[in-house]
């Protein structure tokens, strides 16, 4: 049977969520699993019994790096899966085992037009540099880098000229609900994200706020914290008490279900966990057409370019004015049964690690 190892350095976000469901699977249908790193803010009783604790604070903290390897390698695991950018680095140190990252987004100054290959467009500073550059040599030195999305391939293919057979496409997976499509016109949107630049909350607010945008009794919830916050909040005084901030908070797909839309105006995604969550519970998407959103969302979402306040507001107003947003609910939350159910997520990660087992065997009987 194949021991998997998973290796997380951070507590939250959208990693660790993939993580903590992933492993849950694969425990369910048998398979030997650990997860080791910090408990999980979201979801560590789906692990519970599968998680070892550990600590690797920064990238130049080798000792911890040096203890997380020995950690990982005394419990024998056939395949070792780092599911951040930190954990990559550690597990190039892995020699003997099978070698796997998930490659979940590019450093928050990449922008979309450079990313997509716009010779024209300003690239990233010197710094996000170095660190595609680090992200290159990883890629390189170990098995396979999976990525969620397409156009994240594309980007490690072209960009950082990675291996096309060390690339593989492996969707994210969400905890599968009941879906619950709204029953009458958008009220009540959602933004669930870090409350940062690039997930755009300030131009969600600022289209908001343009005339003849929100409806009367429309409102909305703001599920997630960062850095942007404070300045968030002030631009929301102009909307008269219809913003409701709730911080960060593990129950996402809940409070999603209480919802009648999802709106995410990033700037740069791959393929966000929230939409694939929000298309589970059956509730119309409104983003920006970046990263591998369009693929997700495919014919039935409103779609925006990135950075144009006036667009996304004239979204808004398409979907807050759209007769039958239950009709779109629906066909969402069945695109999201075919495309992120846990199980099909699981079935993929586990013929992946299977393989490379297999491939590594004939090597270790001849050494």
Same mark, same amino acid.
């Given at each position: 049977?194949?021991?998997?190892?998973?290796?997380?350095?951070?507590?939250?976000?959208?990693? &660790?969520?993939? =993580?903590?469901?992933?492993?849950?699977?694969?425990?369910?249908?048998?398979?030997?699993?650990?997860?080791?790193?910090?408990?999980?803010? %979201?979801?560590?009783?789906?692990?519970?019994?599968?998680?070892?604790?550990?600590?690797?604070?920064?990238?130049?903290?080798?000792?911890?790096? *040096?203890?997380?390897?020995? &950690?990982?390698?005394?419990?024998?695991?056939?395949?070792?899966?780092?599911?951040?950018?930190?954990?990559?680095?550690?597990?190039?140190?892995?020699?003997?085992?099978?070698?796997?990252? +998930?490659?979940?987004?590019?450093?928050?100054? &990449?922008?979309?037009?450079?990313?997509?290959?716009? %010779?024209?467009?300003?690239? !990233?500073?010197?710094?996000?540099?170095?660190?595609? =550059?680090?992200?290159?040599?990883?890629?390189?030195?170990?098995?396979?880098?999976?990525?969620?999305?397409?156009?994240?391939?594309?980007?490690?293919?072209?960009?950082?000229?990675?291996?096309? +057979?060390?690339?593989?496409?492996?969707? *994210?997976?969400?905890?599968?609900?009941?879906?619950?499509?709204?029953?009458?016109?958008?009220?009540?949107?959602?933004?669930?994200?870090? $409350?940062?630049?690039?997930?755009?909350? $300030?131009?969600?607010?600022?289209?908001?706020?343009?005339?003849?945008?929100?409806? !009367?009794?429309?409102?909305? =919830?703001?599920?997630?914290?960062?850095?942007?916050?404070?300045?968030?909040?002030?631009?929301?005084?102009?909307?008269?008490?219809?913003?409701?901030?709730?911080?960060?908070?593990?129950?996402?797909?809940?409070? $999603?279900? +209480?919802?009648?839309?999802?709106?995410?105006?990033?700037?740069?995604?791959?393929?966000?966990?929230?939409?694939?969550?929000?298309?589970?519970?059956?509730?119309?998407?409104?983003?920006?057409?970046?990263?591998?959103?369009?693929?997700?969302?495919?014919?039935?979402?409103?779609?925006?370019?990135?950075?144009?306040?006036?667009?996304?507001?004239?979204?808004?107003?398409?979907?807050?004015?759209?007769?039958?947003?239950?009709?779109?609910?629906? %066909?969402?939350?069945?695109?999201?049964?075919?495309?992120?159910?846990?199980?099909?997520?699981?079935?993929?990660?586990?013929?992946?690690?299977?393989?490379?087992?297999?491939?590594?065997?004939?090597?270790?009987?001849?050494?």
């Amino acid at each position: 049977m194949t021991r998997i190892a998973y290796l997380l350095t951070q507590d939250r976000g959208g990693p &660790v969520d993939v =993580t903590v469901r992933l492993a849950a699977t694969l425990a369910r249908g048998g398979a030997e699993v650990r997860v080791f790193g910090p408990e999980p803010a %979201r979801g560590a009783g789906l692990i519970d019994g599968l998680h070892h604790g550990l600590q690797v604070a920064g990238k130049e903290d080798f000792g911890a790096a *040096n203890r997380a390897r020995a &950690v990982i390698r005394a419990w024998r695991p056939d395949v070792v899966h780092a599911q951040d950018r930190r954990a990559g680095l550690v597990i190039a140190g892995l020699r003997g085992l099978a070698r796997v990252q +998930t490659y979940h987004g590019v450093p928050d100054d &990449v922008a979309e037009p450079w990313f997509r290959g716009d %010779r024209r467009a300003a690239g !990233p500073s010197a710094y996000t540099r170095t660190v595609l =550059t680090a992200d290159a040599v990883v890629a390189r030195l170990l098995d396979r880098t999976i990525v969620p999305a397409e156009a994240m391939g594309e980007f490690l293919r072209r960009r950082l000229k990675v291996p096309a +057979t060390r690339v593989v496409p492996v969707g *994210n997976c969400v905890e599968p609900a009941l879906p619950d499509p709204p029953r009458g016109p958008v009220r009540h949107l959602v933004f669930a994200g870090l $409350l940062v630049d690039r997930k755009g909350i $300030l131009d969600l607010l600022a289209a908001l706020g343009r005339p003849g945008v929100l409806p !009367p009794d429309a409102r909305l =919830t703001v599920i997630g914290d960062g850095p942007q916050r404070a300045e968030a909040e002030r631009a929301a005084r102009a909307l008269a008490g219809r913003v409701t901030f709730l911080g960060f908070r593990p129950d996402v797909p809940a409070l $999603l279900a +209480t919802a009648d839309a999802l709106v995410l105006p990033s700037s740069m995604e791959q393929q966000p966990l929230v939409v694939a969550e929000a298309m589970a519970a059956g509730k119309p998407v409104l983003a920006t057409a970046v990263g591998g959103v369009p693929e997700m969302v495919g014919d039935e979402s409103f779609l925006v370019p990135p950075g144009d306040v006036e667009a996304l507001a004239g979204g808004l107003r398409a979907l807050f004015a759209e007769p039958d947003p239950g009709r779109i609910g629906r %066909r969402l939350a069945e695109r999201a049964q075919r495309l992120y159910h846990p199980d099909a997520c699981a079935r993929r990660h586990l013929a992946l690690y299977e393989r490379l087992v297999r491939a590594r065997t004939p090597a270790a009987g001849r050494a």
